[in-house]
């Protein structure tokens, strides 16, 4: 399927090309050619606003784009091409190339605009990455259904995409996890034994001490942290994989924290550092004023392993391993960073939230600081996501706080529960990243058209419920005319053709919600033409019924496709 605006970007250039060799315009180098849509109506369909030109070709800018409606070949997809002060572009697409596009949708099916933007390359996309220690909260189910999201939009680019789960289970909390079973089983066989507020409240460990009891009794009461410590791990990441496939989400590859320092990765990566000239030791970092000397030398620290990142723009020093030699989570994150580059890829793209901005930032230093080109990787950065929930005694909506170890969270189960798995993922997508969610439970299970959900889906359901009467009655769209089309049915075409533009945007910018935005305005287009244009109704002659029919069945293809970009469902009954 052609991008129609890259079609006329390139008619557009070729054209000031040959005016540039027929000495109609002089030499320079030709900028970028925005074509989009018109932001108002009447206007056309495609526009270009050639006012950039003018300073290039010592022109004004009306007699520049009259230069270029002049020369320019016919397009098969334009019907008018049309000059407008102070110097834009306008086109309005053919009738009968819109119409052609009804059987090029149905024919392409779920490749509708498979772009080759990334055709030969390699993606990955690494999200989710939440440590082993409780089940999927409501914030790592934003994190990953953008992720997910994103890698499909990568995929219909023509990316060859991998998706990876890079966990942390070598740190502090998974041993404040490990004692925290440990302690949860002596307390279920009777033990009077303190539960520390540090530890983690969750009633979900009190379950898997539980199971323990009933499967060993009492047979484990000598086994250390670490022994608890594995199976919590085990349990938890099995509970975070079921929730993931609950939605649709698998990934490709589990990246073990702990493999980096049993394959010595990390002090590699520590040592190549080194000899670049970017580790010291020391009590306080190079650029320490007297009061933290000051305040270091009363604390009484000793030295540790820091890391030069003021270097690269920094505003201050990172330790890499402290004076216990521990290395902090910066190194690690710097040393998977390499190995990921290691492996590759064209594009890496990181989903984190955004208390990770220093560390991601100071990753691409250390990145820097290894020889290493950091450009394949791309963050995107997600603002705190909430579950809302109405106070009856208050009278008003209330944020429940976010917390694994106090145990008071929601988790991707409870919202799966309460709402369903396409309402989840639709509305995690639906804004921003760089917006704050708040995830209402009461709106997105609403059958009505206030909820995009239903209001997306529902537009599937109708094509289906036409094809299901059209069956029962022994009606086809076979050698159906699609000249017969009117202008509404061509209005949504006009619309579906920007599919293509959306997902290269998306990708481009890593901006996967954008494909929630357009699939809602679509629907918006769809809805009041389907209770206008009817298919299976006496008053309407046959030839008619089957263009209409034909023309349900793309509007069908591309709402399918629409979903699956965002791993929705595309139910048949609603």
């Not at 925005?34 to 009306?62: C, E, F, I, N, T």
């Not at 206008?532 to 509007?555: G, I």
Request: aromatic letters at 10%.
């Amino acid at each position: 399927m052609k991008q129609l605006n890259q079609e006329l970007e390139w008619a557009i250039r070729e054209t000031l090309q040959r005016a540039q060799a027929d000495g109609d315009l002089p030499a320079f180098d030709i900028p970028a050619i925005p074509v989009s849509a018109p932001k108002r109506a009447g206007q056309g369909d495609l526009s270009y606003p050639a006012m950039g030109l003018a300073r290039h070709g010592g022109m004004k800018p009306l007699e520049i784009a009259k230069l270029i409606v002049r020369r320019m070949p016919a397009l098969d997809f334009l019907e008018t091409i049309e000059v407008a002060p102070p110097g834009f572009i306008n086109c309005t697409l053919s009738a009968t190339y819109l119409k052609r596009q009804v059987d090029a949708i149905i024919a392409e099916g779920q490749d509708f605009f498979r772009l080759d933007l990334g055709l030969g390359k390699t993606a990955q996309v690494e999200f989710v990455s939440a440590n082993p220690s409780g089940p999927i909260t409501i914030g790592h189910t934003r994190n990953a259904v953008v992720g997910d999201a994103m890698a499909r939009l990568l995929e219909a680019a023509g990316y060859d995409v991998q998706r990876e789960y890079y966990y942390n289970n070598a740190g502090n909390q998974m041993i404040v996890l490990g004692k925290s079973l440990m302690l949860r089983y002596l307390q279920q066989l009777g033990d009077d034994i303190e539960f520390p507020d540090s530890y983690y409240q969750g009633e979900y460990l009190e379950a898997v001490a539980a199971d323990l009891i009933h499967e060993y009794g009492d047979a484990l009461r000598d086994k250390d942290w670490t022994y608890f410590k594995d199976i919590a791990e085990a349990r938890m990441f099995a509970w975070i994989n079921r929730s993931l496939c609950s939605i649709d989400i698998k990934h490709d590859d589990f990246y073990n924290e702990t493999s980096l320092f049993h394959s010595g990765q990390i002090w590699q990566a520590l040592e190549v550092l080194r000899e670049n000239g970017y580790i010291y030791e020391a009590t306080h970092w190079e650029g320490a004023d007297a009061a933290e000397i000051a305040d270091v030398k009363a604390k009484g620290y000793e030295p540790a392993t820091w890391f030069r990142s003021t270097a690269f723009g920094d505003e201050k020093d990172r330790v890499m391993v402290k004076s216990d030699g521990v290395p902090t989570y910066t190194l690690p994150d710097i040393a998977y960073h390499r190995d990921k580059l290691e492996r590759g890829y064209d594009i890496a793209v990181n989903v984190l939230g955004t208390d990770h901005f220093s560390q991601a930032s100071v990753v691409q230093y250390g990145i820097r600081a290894l020889n290493m080109c950091p450009d394949p990787i791309h963050v995107i950065f997600l603002q705190m996501v909430r579950a809302v929930r109405w106070n009856e005694e208050r009278g008003e909506y209330e944020a429940v706080k976010q917390s694994k170890r106090a145990g008071d969270f929601d988790t991707l189960d409870d919202l799966v529960a309460m709402t369903s798995a396409d309402a989840v993922r639709y509305h995690m997508l639906a804004r921003s990243p760089s917006s704050q969610l708040d995830f209402d439970v009461e709106q997105v299970v609403k059958q009505t058209n206030e909820n995009p959900v239903y209001y997306i889906q529902n537009a599937y359901v109708r094509c289906a419920g036409i094809f299901r009467e059209a069956e029962e009655r022994g009606f086809s769209d076979d050698s159906a005319d699609l000249s017969l089309l009117g202008e509404a049915e061509l209005k949504f075409i006009r619309k579906s053709l920007e599919l293509g533009n959306v997902i290269e945007q998306a990708v481009t910018n890593y901006e996967p919600h954008k494909i929630a935005f357009f699939a809602q305005e679509l629907a918006a287009v769809f809805h009041p033409i389907y209770d206008r244009v009817r298919v299976l109704h006496s008053e309407v002659p046959t030839d008619v019924a089957k263009a209409r029919l034909r023309f349900y069945r793309a509007a069908a293809v591309v709402f399918y496709r629409l979903l699956r970009l965002m791993g929705m469902s595309a139910p048949e009954r609603m």
